[in-house]
């Protein structure tokens, strides 16, 4: 079983920073591709960063030049650095990780955090 545990979501004055951490456990043979998520009541889930194994990333127009996406590929963990908040941006951010297991190398398998809450107060 593999469990990703999403910390340091908080509240936040507008124009302020956070740092979202993700970190992956259990039984982890290799992860592929790590990113994050977020959602608002009513709302679909939408892709607010991704990154692969080598450092490729991608970003939602909403976030471009705010926010920054990394991995520590030995600890297994990713990383959101949100810069110049908006209240536009509270929501329940989640962790996604693409993951091969110990006992099924084979496979890619999909798992999501438990998700932490960012609320952006004007």
């Known amino acids: 079983q593999v469990q990703l545990v999403e910390s340091g979501g908080g509240l936040v004055q507008a124009g302020g920073s956070l740092r979202l951490s993700c970190a992956a456990s259990g039984s982890i043979f290799s992860i592929n591709a790590m990113a994050w998520y977020r959602q608002t009541p009513g709302k679909q889930r939408e892709l607010v960063a991704s990154i692969t194994t080598g450092g490729t990333t991608n970003y939602a127009n909403a976030v471009k030049g705010r926010f920054t996406i990394s991995r520590d590929n030995a600890k297994n963990t990713v990383y959101l650095q949100m810069n110049s908040l908006k209240p536009e941006d509270t929501s329940v951010y989640y962790c996604?990780?693409?993951?091969?297991?110990?006992?099924?190398?084979?496979?890619?398998?999909?798992?999501w955090g438990q998700g932490t809450q960012v609320t952006v107060s004007s």
């Open positions: 996604n990780a693409d993951v091969r297991t110990v006992a099924g190398r084979d496979y890619l398998y999909n798992y």
